[in-house]
Antibody, heavy 118, light 111 residues
Framework: QVQLQESGPGQVKPSETLSLTCTVS????????WSWVRQSPVKGLEWIGY???????KYNPSLKSRVTMSVDPSKNQFSLRLSSVTASDTAVYYC????????????WGRGTLVTVSS | QSVLTQPPSASGTPGQRVTISCSGS????????VDWYQQLPGTAPKLLIY????RPSGVPTDRFSGSKSGTSASLAISGLQSVDEANYYC???????????FGGGTKLTVL
């Protein structure tokens, strides 16, 4: 059973860049689509984007100008960078696995709370 | 305002059958497959139904089912149990937005 684990700072200052990494264990990173999803009381569940193990990526249009995702197959990791954060970016951030870009997320990480505050 | 519309709450007594709806449009539910997630308090969402009506291994076949018709989808839970108290979310790919969208979630209460 594949395991996903998010890691990164729990607090980020306004206007700075949020950076998170998801480590995939007990399964390959190849062939899959790796997404980031966040959840806040105001916005609910929100898809941020995905990166394929080949490096191709697709982002939520509402966040596209601030999002960058990358993948490191040698470390079985993929990462999220969200720039120019504000308080509205405060959320629990999850990483998740998909078999195909338009299909379901069959595995999720436990999530990590990121608070944007000075 | 979510692209997919779910009722904010649903309830039932133990043993009852409840249905949760998810309404969308031609660019999402009308064109792509729907999945459902169960989120227990303090935990990550868990895949419950995928590709409209498929159950992952471990999900009871006699209790959880999904269906889709046109631009709407439904999740049915039979033989309601107290452990089913959770938030339920529908999700689908939206061809117009070119991204994945979620419903606002339905909080299920077992009375």
């Amino acid at each position: 059973q594949v395991q996903l684990q998010e890691s990164g700072p729990g607090q980020v200052k306004p206007s700075e860049t949020l950076s998170l990494t998801c480590t995939v264990s007990d399964g390959p990173i190849s062939t899959y689509y790796w997404s980031w999803v966040r959840q806040s009381p105001v916005k609910g569940l929100e898809w941020i984007g995905y990166i394929h193990y080949t490096g191709s990526a697709k982002y939520n249009p509402s966040l596209k100008s601030r999002v960058t995702m990358s993948v490191d197959p040698s470390k079985n990791q993929f990462s999220l960078r969200l720039s120019s954060v504000t308080a509205s970016d405060t959320a629990v951030y999850y990483c998740a696995r998909g078999i195909y870009e338009k299909w379901e997320f069959d595995s999720w990480g436990r999530g990590t709370l990121v608070t944007v505050s000075s | 305002q979510s692209v997919l519309t779910q009722p904010p709450s649903a309830s039932g007594t133990p043993g009852q059958r409840v249905t949760i709806s998810c309404s969308g449009s031609n660019s999402n539910i009308g064109s792509n497959t729907v999945d459902w997630y169960q989120q227990l308090p303090g935990t990550a969402p868990k895949l419950l139904i995928y590709r409209n009506n498929q159950r992952p291994s471990g999900v009871p076949t006699d209790r959880f089912s999904g269906s889709k018709s046109g631009t709407s989808a439904s999740l049915a839970i039979s033989g309601l149990q107290s452990v089913d108290e959770a938030n339920y979310y529908c999700a689908v790919w939206d061809d117009s937005l070119n991204g994945r969208v979620f419903g606002g979630g339905t909080k299920l209460t077992v009375l």
